[in-house]
């Protein structure tokens, strides 16, 4: 979904990660890497928009009653997501 051109970093503390995506890390011995590849850990869908729309984009999701986390910035660079250190 990411474009060329475009990197998305994201915060790993965001957004509260669930306790089974705790549970299934530790008692898998799943590492971090593979859980933010496989489990996206806990996060169903994300929502890209300009940042300008964001206030608009959270409250008209937060009215439909979906929790708003946001989880990091797109930027311009080679295409990859970075996971920012918390």
Request: include cysteine.
């Amino acid at each position: 979904v990411l474009p060329e051109g475009c990197v998305a970093r994201v915060a790993p503390d965001a957004w509260p990660r669930p306790a089974l995506f705790q549970w299934l890390m530790a008692v898998g011995g799943v590492p971090e890497d593979d859980a933010r590849r496989a489990l996206n850990l806990g996060v169903g869908m994300v929502v890209v928009c300009a940042p300008g729309e964001a206030p608009t984009v959270r409250a008209a999701l937060g009215a439909a009653g979906e929790t708003v986390w946001t989880l990091g910035d797109v930027v311009a660079g080679a295409r990859a997501v970075e996971w920012r250190s918390p």
